[in-house]
C-alpha cells in the first residue's frame, strides 16, 4: 500500500472503508497495481474498486493495462466496470489454452474494441433474454441507461409516456458500445417522424423518435 499516493489519514480511512470480506483479496489486488494505475486512482475509486470482486479479480489476472481500458471505456463507472469485468471473467473460460487468453488480452491492450464487445456481448444477449422473459424489458433498459446516459434515459421515459414501445425494443437491442455513441445524436431535432424499417439505422431511428414532433 505504500505505492498508493494517500493523503495522510486516507490510508487508514481506505483500511476502515474496506469490506472485511474482500479485505484480503484487495490487499492482494494492490500488488498488481501499475504505477500509472495507482497515480490515477483516488481515495474513493479504492473504495469502490474494494467493493467489486470481479474487477479486483481483471487487476489480478489481466493486468493494470486491461483494467484501465475497461475504466475508461466505461468512464470511470465502477459499477459497469465490475459488470463488463464480470463478462471477461465468464469469457475467459471458452480459452482453455494459455496463449489464446494471453492472445485476447493483448488483442484489448492493443485498443481491440471489438475483444471487450465479444465478451460482453453473450452476457447482454443472457440478460436481455431474462428481461423479456419476465416481462420487465423497459426495466431493463432503464438499469442500462441509467448509469451514465441521462439523455438516453429522459427519452425513454418520454417514450414510455407516449406508449412508443418500438423505442424501447430497439435501445434493449443495443450493446453498451451503440449506447453510448447515442447521447450525441439523440437530442437532434427532425422535421418528420421516422419509419420503422428493418433498413432504418437504430440511431438515426431513435434520433428522430427522441426529437419534438
Do not use: C
Amino acid at each position: 500500500m505504500s505505492d498508493v499516493p494517500l493523503r495522510p489519514g486516507e490510508l487508514a480511512q481506505l483500511i476502515d472503508t474496506v469490506p472485511a470480506a474482500n479485505l484480503r483479496q484487495f490487499m492482494r489486488s494492490v500488488g498488481f497495481m501499475s504505477n500509472d494505475l495507482t497515480a490515477a486512482l483516488k481515495l474513493a475509486d479504492l473504495v469502490a474498486l474494494s467493493e467489486r470482486p470481479a474487477a479486483m479479480h481483471l487487476l489480478t489476472e489481466a493486468g493494470s493495462d486491461v483494467l484501465q481500458i475497461v475504466r475508461r471505456r466505461e468512464a470511470g463507472d465502477w459499477a459497469r466496470v465490475e459488470e463488463l469485468a464480470g463478462d471477461l471473467e465468464r469469457h475467459h473460460a471458452r480459452f482453455p489454452a494459455p496463449d489464446d487468453w494471453q492472445r485476447f488480452l493483448d488483442r484489448i491492450k492493443r485498443g481491440d474494441t471489438a475483444a471487450l464487445d465479444e465478451a460482453a456481448e453473450p452476457a447482454r444477449i443472457q440478460r436481455l433474454a431474462e428481461a423479456r422473459a419476465a416481462g420487465t424489458l423497459e426495466q431493463y433498459v432503464r438499469s442500462q441507461l441509467v448509469r451514465g446516459r441521462p439523455t438516453l434515459l429522459r427519452t425513454v421515459e418520454e417514450a414510455a409516456k407516449s406508449a412508443r414501445a418500438g423505442l424501447v425494443e430497439d435501445l434493449a437491442n443495443m450493446s453498451a458500445r451503440e449506447l453510448d455513441a447515442l447521447p450525441s445524436v439523440a437530442g437532434r431535432s427532425s422535421t418528420s417522424s421516422p419509419r420503422r424499417s428493418a433498413s432504418v439505422d437504430p440511431v438515426t431511428t431513435i434520433s428522430g423518435w427522441a426529437s419534438p414532433a
